[in-house]
């Protein structure tokens, strides 16, 4: 049986990815609308990428008989003032990312 603070911490990981693949998505519509073509394709890629990441997290948890909570996922902005802040946003949206899952991480030892 999953320890329950890394439980918690794997449910909370797995909701993430699955708000990041909504924040992809939404920054793909709009480099979409605005004519940036190979961004939009870019972020579509940067989506399926974080729905894998949050399957793994899935598959990880079930496997080890723990319980998946799927939760209530934020809407993603949908606007932004120039590609430039897209790309800002997105930096600053992996780091949090990757602070996240090494949080994870100090649970787990």
């Not at 809407?75 to 800002?88: L, Q, T, Y």
């Not at 949206?93 to 649970?107: D, F, M, R």
């Amino acid at each position: 049986m999953i320890n329950q603070n890394v439980l918690k911490a794997l449910n909370t990981q797995l909701n993430m990815e699955f708000y990041s693949a909504y924040l992809y998505l939404s920054m793909s519509n709009f480099f979409s609308k605005h004519g940036f073509i190979g961004f939009s394709k870019w972020m579509l890629e940067q989506a399926r990428e974080e729905k894998e990441h949050a399957m793994d997290f899935f598959n990880y948890i079930k496997n080890r008989n723990g319980d998946v909570e799927l939760l209530n996922i934020s809407a993603p902005p949908a606007i932004w003032n120039s590609a430039k802040d897209v790309f800002e946003e997105s930096l600053v949206h992996e780091k949090n990312v990757t602070t996240a899952i090494h949080s994870i991480a100090k649970i787990a030892q």
